[in-house]
């Protein structure tokens, strides 16, 4: 993996390309060019870069043809991309890889620069008390799960993915909780922290913002909703911003 390193996390791209959707992929477009005209670093998806993914034997969901397009054309431009699997979207069984090779991880992604540890993390089942998250996730990531889901047919499930996604109030949900999340996440970096990891990036909470703490750093990764969140780390810093901040850098 070669610095600097570009983060985006929840970008929840959706199956249905409305103007609103069409108008936030213009934006990771955007993003990604300004990738390939710096020519170095890594791209890394820290989880929920879609809103639904289920890959089937000959079959995967549909929609999301530029998105897959674009990640190809960052690979076949030298930009390699790392993606975390997030809880809306683990259930990558190698597609990916073969579309537009991407390595994909099924748990947290570990690396260092400049003598620095770094965690990355998607972060769902963080919070103390997500305990029936906890169980829940570990059900429908299990062999007997993915087994029985793969009967019912594509369609279906699309559907209902979809009909799930529209009746969520609201992804930013999460901001009705914002005094425990910054309290367990914190302290979740703080453990991380006494086994020698110096920055610790989360995502799943759709927070933004960089907390340096005696020479340590927790990152949150924000979302594409509506930050539009970037975050890049490179030999000497941590930067983070949305994602016109990120294109005008010079």
Same mark, same amino acid.
């Given at each position: 993996m070669n610095d600097p390193y570009y983060i985006i996390s929840d970008n929840h791209f959706s199956m249905d390309l409305d103007q609103k959707e069409h108008d936030r992929r213009q934006k990771i477009f955007q993003v990604f060019d300004k990738i390939k005209a710096l020519n170095k670093g890594t791209l890394i998806i820290g989880g929920d870069f879609f809103d639904y993914w289920f890959e089937y034997k000959n079959e995967?969901?549909?929609?999301?043809?530029?998105? =897959? $397009?674009?990640?190809?054309?960052?690979?076949?431009? !030298?930009?390699? %991309?790392?993606? #975390?699997?997030?809880? @809306?979207?683990?259930?990558?069984?190698?597609?990916?890889?073969?579309?537009?090779?991407?390595?994909?991880?099924?748990?947290?992604?570990?690396?260092?620069?400049?003598?620095?540890?770094?965690?990355?993390?998607?972060?769902?089942?963080?919070?103390?008390?997500?305990y029936g998250y906890r169980f829940m996730k570990k059900i429908i990531r299990s062999q007997l799960f993915i087994f029985l889901y793969k009967l019912l047919p594509a369609k279906i499930?699309?559907?209902?993915?979809?009909?799930?996604?529209?009746?969520?109030?609201?992804?930013?949900?999460?901001?009705?909780?914002?005094?425990?999340?910054?309290?367990?996440? =914190? $302290?979740?970096?703080?453990?991380?922290?006494?086994? !020698?990891?110096? %920055?610790?990036? #989360?995502?799943?909470? @759709?927070?933004?913002?960089i907390?340096?703490?005696?020479?340590?750093?927790?990152?949150?990764?924000?979302?594409?909703?509506s930050k539009y969140t970037v975050t890049v780390i490179d030999q000497d810093n941590s930067w983070q911003g949305n994602w016109k901040e990120f294109v005008d850098l010079s």
């Open positions: 995967i969901p549909k929609g999301y043809d530029n998105i =897959l $397009e674009a990640l190809a054309d960052l690979n076949n431009n !030298n930009i390699k %991309i790392h993606y #975390i699997l997030g809880n @809306h979207d683990y259930w990558d069984f190698g597609y990916l890889n073969k579309i537009a090779g991407i390595t994909t991880y099924k748990n947290d992604l570990e690396f260092n620069i400049n003598n620095k540890k770094i965690l990355i993390t998607h972060g769902d089942g963080i919070l103390k008390s997500d499930t699309c559907a209902f993915a979809k009909k799930l996604s529209k009746s969520s109030s609201d992804y930013n949900h999460h901001d009705k909780y914002l005094k425990i999340i910054l309290k367990d996440t =914190l $302290e979740y970096a703080k453990e991380k922290w006494k086994k !020698n990891y110096d %920055i610790v990036c #989360i995502g799943h909470y @759709h927070q933004t913002g907390t340096n703490l005696n020479g340590k750093q927790l990152i949150y990764l924000g979302d594409w909703l």
